[in-house]
């Protein structure tokens, strides 16, 4: 019935908005550090870290957002399809936030502030500590990026998987 994928219910604008704007800074942030790692340049490091930043200030109004807005109701599907894709939604909005926020907390443990394209400085807002400033290390590369990297590749795939199997419309929902 609902396989006419001109009338499925779309994501509101802001939400649709906020969805790919959250996709292209992920992007860009990790493009900073791909550069920094392949040059001399210290510039890279710089942006990434700015990036990061705008991307939790960039979160933070996104949950805003999807507490005020309504949720189109879901296309047709299993059960626990349905129960999956919340809970890699929530894993991914979790992991969004908490990349970031190791990230400031490994720079400001390690005695550096965090500059935002020269707009203003986040100061060291903690006494600086090298255990902590390691753990948070750990913590931003080796476990939450992992996981950033297969939460987003589970849905990107489930995403094709509803586009060209499927389907059901579904990626117009967030067009
Ligand atoms: C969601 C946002 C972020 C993503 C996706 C991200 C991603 C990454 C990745 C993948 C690495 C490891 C690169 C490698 O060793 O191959 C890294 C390293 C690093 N990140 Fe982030 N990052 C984010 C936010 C931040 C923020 C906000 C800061 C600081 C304010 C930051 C500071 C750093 C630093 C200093 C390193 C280098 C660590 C080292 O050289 O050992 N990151 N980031
Ligand atoms: C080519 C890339 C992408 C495609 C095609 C895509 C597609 C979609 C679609 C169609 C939905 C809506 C699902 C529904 O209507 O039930 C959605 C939701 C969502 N996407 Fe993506 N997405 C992409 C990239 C990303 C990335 C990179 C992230 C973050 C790492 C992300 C995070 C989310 C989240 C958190 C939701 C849930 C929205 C909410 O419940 O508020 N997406 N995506």
Redo the contacts with the bound molecule.
């Keep these: 019935m609902n396989s006419n994928n001109s009338n499925v219910k779309k994501w509101s604008v802001s939400s649709r908005i906020f969805h790919w704007i959250s996709a292209i800074?992920?992007l860009v942030?990790?493009t900073m550090?791909?550069l920094?790692?392949n040059s001399d340049s210290n510039l890279y490091?710089g942006l990434?870290?700015?990036?990061?930043?705008s991307?939790?200030f960039w979160m933070i109004a996104r949950v805003i957002n999807r507490l005020l807005t309504k949720a189109p109701p879901p296309v047709p599907m299993p059960k626990w399809q349905l129960l999956m894709s919340q809970l890699s939604h929530f894993a991914l909005y979790a992991l969004?936030i908490a990349?970031?926020?190791?990230?400031?907390l490994?720079?400001v443990y390690?005695g550096?502030p965090?500059d935002i394209f020269g707009l203003f400085q986040?100061p060291v807002f903690v006494n600086p500590d090298r255990s902590l400033a390691r753990f948070y290390?750990d913590l931003?590369?080796d476990i939450i990026?992992p996981m950033?990297i297969a939460f987003t590749l589970v849905h990107i795939g489930a995403a094709l998987h509803h586009q060209f199997i499927k389907k059901d419309g579904l990626i117009a929902r967030m067009k």
Aim: net charge positive.
């Design positions: 800074l992920l942030t990790w550090m791909f920094y790692n490091i990434h870290k700015a990036f990061g930043v991307l939790l969004l990349m970031p926020i190791a990230g400031l490994m720079s390690g550096r965090v986040i290390n931003h590369t990026w950033i």
